[in-house]
């Protein structure tokens, strides 16, 4: 539906990023890859891993109903700020996308402090059935070990100087054989090489987030459609942002932990989490969204509750379940949207929202 879509954006992939990728400013590393692919792989970052430029250059073998087949690569990975680009230097063609996260996810951790963000970091780490398992020295420099889903990596300040891992019989270790740190580096190093034939996948990838398929699958386009197949935009909220800012700040369901709070597509959101696997969000969205999308309320129970009407339903979507409570606000022309995911009871909800003061 297209008033949560950015929700559903928050729940799929805001995680993906940090303030800063590395706690380095710039470096140079070269590593040596063995396992079941073997070469070197040279890296090149600066402004924290804002840019970044990654080379890679192996032979991979690969053992498939008994056969083995070898295979020959040498590629290029490049992110300018939210650019990506994956260039095959063998065949000169290569692709061009942007992070659709990243913006959101800037906000995100820009809004934590110093201990939210480790704590993040953490829950993130149990959430995947990993644990820290020491430290030690790489090129002289203390490593803190990390052991996730079948892999045990050497991580410096955020970067990887180690990692050792095999998975389904597949090997795979690099191991970083130098390191130069804070060091400059000229801003061409990041500009792809020329001669490259690059095909520019922005729009694609920007409607492969937000799209919408029908009942067969069928991509549709990036705005749900009602059934005169005509598109619905989303009508921007009157409600004041910092207004919904001020509410939210005093807003603090327990064992949550207060994550963003921004305005989206004409909507206000704030978001809270307890670990990485359950979250709260607060949306602020205009009567008329609510409205001309009747039927995706259509089962909620509808009920007065201090004084003010409300609505209280399952939502299912992408295979996940979530509990809504839809708010009323009359004076506001607005409803306030408080929804849990995964679905918590419904009293719980209640007293959420006995704590929001619009």
Not at 137 to 146: E, P, Q, R, S, Y
Not at 208 to 218: C, S
Not at 292 to 299: D, I, K, L, Y
Request: with cysteine.
């Amino acid at each position: 539906m297209v008033l949560l879509s950015v929700f559903s954006l928050l729940t799929h992939g805001i995680f993906a990023q940090t303030a800063n990728r590395f706690a380095v400013k710039s470096g140079h590393i070269e590593y040596k890859l063995t396992g079941n692919t073997t070469g070197i792989k040279s890296v090149w970052f600066n402004d924290y891993g804002y840019n970044s430029y990654e080379e890679t250059k192996v032979k991979r073998v690969t053992i498939m109903l008994g056969v083995k087949s070898e295979s020959l690569e040498h590629k290029l990975v490049i992110i300018t700020g939210t650019e990506v680009y994956h260039i095959d230097l063998l065949d000169k063609t290569g692709t061009k996308m942007k992070n659709e996260f990243y913006d959101l996810s800037q906000q995100l951790i820009s809004q934590m402090t110093e201990d939210e963000r480790k704590q993040m970091g953490e829950d993130l780490l149990n959430s995947m059935g990993g644990n820290l398992a020491g430290t030690e020295m790489i090129l002289g420099k203390t490593c803190d070990i990390v052991e996730v889903m079948g892999t045990k990596s050497w991580i410096y300040e955020g970067i990887t100087l180690k990692s050792q891992g095999k998975v389904l019989g597949i090997e795979a270790n690099e191991i970083a054989v130098k390191f130069e740190e804070n060091i400059h580096i000229p801003s061409g190093k990041f500009e792809p090489p020329k001669g490259i034939e690059i095909e520019d996948l922005t729009q694609i990838t920007h409607d492969l987030m937000t799209g919408a398929y029908d009942e067969n699958g069928e991509y549709i386009g990036n705005e749900l459609k009602n059934g005169n197949d005509e598109e619905m935009d989303v009508a921007a909220i009157s409600y004041p942002f910092d207004d919904f800012k001020k509410v939210v700040l005093g807003f603090n369901p327990a064992g949550y932990t207060r994550g963003m709070i921004l305005n989206q597509e004409g909507q206000h959101f704030a978001l809270y989490m307890k670990g990485m696997n359950q979250m709260v969000t607060v949306i602020a969205t205009s009567m008329e969204n609510v409205d001309s999308q009747e039927s995706e309320f259509s089962g909620f129970e509808e009920f007065t509750h201090h004084g003010r009407t409300m609505r209280y339903g399952l939502l299912e979507e992408d295979g996940t379940t979530s509990n809504a409570l839809l708010i009323k606000y009359n004076n506001h022309d607005m409803y306030i949207i408080l929804m849990a995911l995964p679905a918590n009871d419904k009293n719980t909800l209640l007293n959420w929202a006995d704590g929001l003061d619009f």
